[in-house]
Each structure stands twice: as structure tokens, then as C-alpha cells.
């Protein structure tokens, strides 16, 4: 009898309850109740559709913090930390749950694109970093000093750009 009470902690066990919450549209939000009080994970969803053809899920693996995940109106404000992220998709039902929704986002986005579902990463060594092409493409931005200089000169002399701007 005294090993059958000691097993019973006195701490309530988080639920897990897995749910959609929506962040713009349908489908791309994901509620993830981990802690006993209600608190817990938001999970933004995103799809990579590079390839036209193809929908796939992109992981964002810096989830939001969940409040009121047991109530009637749940929200996320911040950061969570990424192992939560990799605790919670190490369970089969927020997998299953995350699959579920990014297809539907997948669908709702690229109605023609196949859908091809991939593992979320499960431990930090397994995040890709996410490649930008217009921050990486440097010809395509404008030098901040330049742009600077140009805001100065209008606010010094606007009359000069109006006269330029009229005499073309």
C-alpha cells in the first residue's frame, strides 16, 4: 500500500491536448497544451511550395508560448523553447495532428501541388537553417548608407528633387 501512494504524486500531470489555433488562416496554427495549468505550445505551420508542383511542411521550430490552452479563449504571446518543440513532434499524436493540418494548409495555398509530408525535426543537430534568397542576395538590396544619404538630401532640399523630378 506505501509504494502504491508513493508512485502518486501529488503534481498534476499535464494533458497534452493537442488542438488547431488558427494565427491568420485556417490551418496554420496548432495548440499544444503540455503543462497542467494550461500552459504550453503554439506551433505555427508553414509550407515550403518552391517547387510548384510539390506542397511540403516548412518547420519552424521556435514555437509561441500557449496560455489559457484549457479555457475558452487561448492565445500565445513569446517565445517557447525549442525542446518543447522537439518533446512535443517526438509524440505520435501531435504528428499526427500537425500532418493533418499542414495538408489541409497545403491544399487551402497550392490546391494542384502534391502533397509530401516530412518529418518535423526531432533534435536540435536536425534543424536546417531557413535560406532567405532576398537577404542573401545582396545586389538585390539597397546599401543602407546610400538610401540614408538620399533620405538627408530630400529632407535638406526638397526643391532640388521636384526641379529633377520635372525636368524629366
Known amino acids: 500500500m506505501l509504494a502504491l501512494t508513493a508512485?502518486?504524486?501529488s503534481e498534476p500531470r499535464p494533458a497534452w491536448k493537442v488542438f488547431p489555433l488558427q494565427r491568420h488562416q485556417a490551418h496554420d496554427g496548432l495548440a499544444v497544451v503540455n503543462q497542467p495549468d494550461g500552459y504550453g505550445i503554439h506551433l505555427y505551420l508553414e509550407?515550403?511550395?518552391t517547387d510548384r508542383a510539390v506542397c511540403?511542411?516548412?518547420?519552424l521550430v521556435d514555437p509561441a508560448r500557449?496560455?489559457?490552452?484549457?479555457g475558452s479563449h487561448p492565445f500565445s504571446s513569446g517565445v517557447a523553447t525549442r525542446q518543447e518543440f522537439f518533446?512535443?513532434?517526438g509524440r505520435k499524436d501531435v504528428r499526427s495532428a500537425l500532418e493533418e493540418q499542414l495538408k489541409a494548409l497545403c491544399m487551402a495555398r497550392e490546391p494542384q501541388a502534391r502533397w509530401?509530408?516530412?518529418e518535423p525535426p526531432r533534435q536540435a543537430s536536425d534543424?536546417?537553417?531557413?535560406?532567405?534568397?532576398a537577404l542573401e542576395e545582396h545586389h538585390l538590396l539597397t546599401d543602407p548608407g546610400e538610401e540614408n544619404a538620399r533620405q538627408e538630401a530630400?529632407?535638406?532640399?526638397?526643391?532640388?528633387?521636384?526641379?529633377s523630378a520635372s525636368r524629366q
Do not use: E
Request: glycine share 2%; proline share 11%; charged share 15%.
Open 7 to 9: 508512485c502518486n504524486s
Open 56 to 59: 511540403k511542411p516548412r518547420w
Open 116 to 118: 509530401l509530408w516530412i
Open 47 to 49: 509550407t515550403d511550395t
Open 87 to 89: 518533446a512535443a513532434v
Open 127 to 133: 534543424v536546417k537553417p531557413l535560406h532567405l534568397p
Open 66 to 70: 500557449l496560455f489559457n490552452g484549457n
Open 154 to 163: 530630400l529632407l535638406t532640399n526638397p526643391s532640388q528633387t521636384t526641379d
